[in-house]
């Protein structure tokens, strides 16, 4: 997807129209259906506030990565990243193995 495909899906999955989009970034409607036709492509400051505002990430929003990461997951994440070490390594193994048992339930 475009960088404005994914802000059109997100935006409506939010329930947001292009105004309101625009309102809370600082910007217009009509600015945004620009962005969402990807006639125009905005700073990196009005991305980030569109991401903010999205529950994105930049990565997902421009395409960078498939994988959604909404603000709560992300949020694990840098908590797990501040961890010592030998306390992220028993996480990710945990994890790890929590997967793989979801998994083999699908098969």
Request: avoid cysteine; hydrophobic fraction near 35%; charge should be positive.
């Amino acid at each position: 997807m475009t960088f404005g495909q994914q802000i059109t899906a997100l935006r409506k999955r939010k329930g947001l129209s292009q105004n309101d989009l625009g309102k809370k970034v600082g910007s217009s409607g009509d600015i945004i259906g620009k962005y969402e036709r990807d006639e125009v492509k905005p700073s990196i400051e009005v991305v980030i506030k569109i991401a903010d505002v999205l529950d994105s990430s930049i990565d997902f929003l421009v395409g960078k990565t498939d994988t959604e990461l909404d603000a709560a997951t992300l949020k694990r994440l840098q908590s797990i990243d501040k961890l010592p070490d030998v306390d992220k390594q028993n996480i990710f193994y945990t994890l790890d193995n929590l997967i793989k048992a979801a998994k083999l339930k699908t098969l």
